[in-house]
T-cell receptor, first 113, second 113 residues
Framework: NAGVTQTPKFQVLKTGQSMTLQCAQD?????MYWYRQDPGMGLRLIYY???????DKGEVPNGYNVSRLNKREFSLRLESAAPSQTSVYFC????????????FGPGTRLTVL | GENVEQHPSTLSVQEGDSAVIKCTYS??????FPWYKQELGKRPQLIID?????GEKKDQRIAVTLNKTAKHFSLHITETQPEDSAVYFC????????????FGAGTQVVVTP
């Protein structure tokens, strides 16, 4: 099993460009999450999906949108990238919302110029 | 919502010594407290967790203690080794309608030979 996979691994964008980060898990988990990680600030939740067909905002949702395409896939879209969105993005999944181990993907390092 | 504070932000220890990281949380209803380890350039991975019905849990050289009255929990690493060098994150679930995790800001642990 691959666990949680993310694409791409690295991306450089210019201000105003758009892109979609892809995430997939093969553990049959119901819950999926998108975090961003900035130096000294830990992991901050952007959006989450408790189950297929549902999504909700986390701590820092502004400038992002998500799609829970099916049980396996959860994508994060930046419609108009800004330098403040330069960060490392992690996708994660868990079998039981909030109270179970979260399995993280390898991360996407995004730079917005 | 939950507010998780983690201390210290950096910790340097001699190989063989013990390391202790402490986290405090604000919501007395929180009932699940995981610890994640993130090595340089890698994804966060769960190393140990504790639920509110126990006060201590051990797994080889690592242990977590929970004081529900004082609303704090701690990670203890004994006989530290160079491979323990990493960033460690604590987390606690929010108790809103869904129960997502709130992460601490992280502790950079450096084990010197």
């Amino acid at each position: 099993n691959a666990g949680v996979t993310q694409t791409p691994k690295f991306q450089v964008l210019k201000t105003g460009q758009s892109m979609t980060l892809q995430c997939a898990q093969d553990m049959n988990h119901n819950s999926m999450y998108w975090y961003r990680q900035d130096p000294g600030m830990g992991l901050r939740l952007i959006y989450y999906s408790a189950s297929e067909g549902t999504t909700d905002k986390g701590e820092v949702p502004n400038g992002y949108n998500v799609s829970r395409l099916n049980k396996r896939e959860f994508s994060l879209r930046l419609e108009s990238a800004a330098p403040s969105q330069t960060s490392v993005y992690f996708c994660a999944s868990s079998g039981r919302r909030g109270l179970d181990e979260q399995f993280f993907g390898p991360g996407t390092r995004l730079t917005v110029l | 919502g939950e507010n998780v504070e983690q201390h210290p932000s950096t910790l340097s220890v001699q190989e063989g010594d013990s390391a202790v990281i402490k986290c405090t949380y604000s919501d007395s209803a929180s009932n699940y407290f995981p610890w994640y380890k993130q090595e340089l350039g890698k994804r966060p991975q769960l190393i140990i967790d504790i639920r509110s019905n126990v006060g201590e849990k051990k797994d080889q050289r690592i242990a977590v203690t929970l004081n529900k009255t004082a609303k704090h929990f701690s990670l203890h690493i004994t006989e530290t080794q160079p491979e323990d060098s990493a960033v460690y994150f604590c987390a606690a679930p929010t108790t809103d309608s869904w129960g997502k995790l709130q992460f601490g800001a992280g502790t950079q642990v450096v084990v010197t030979p």
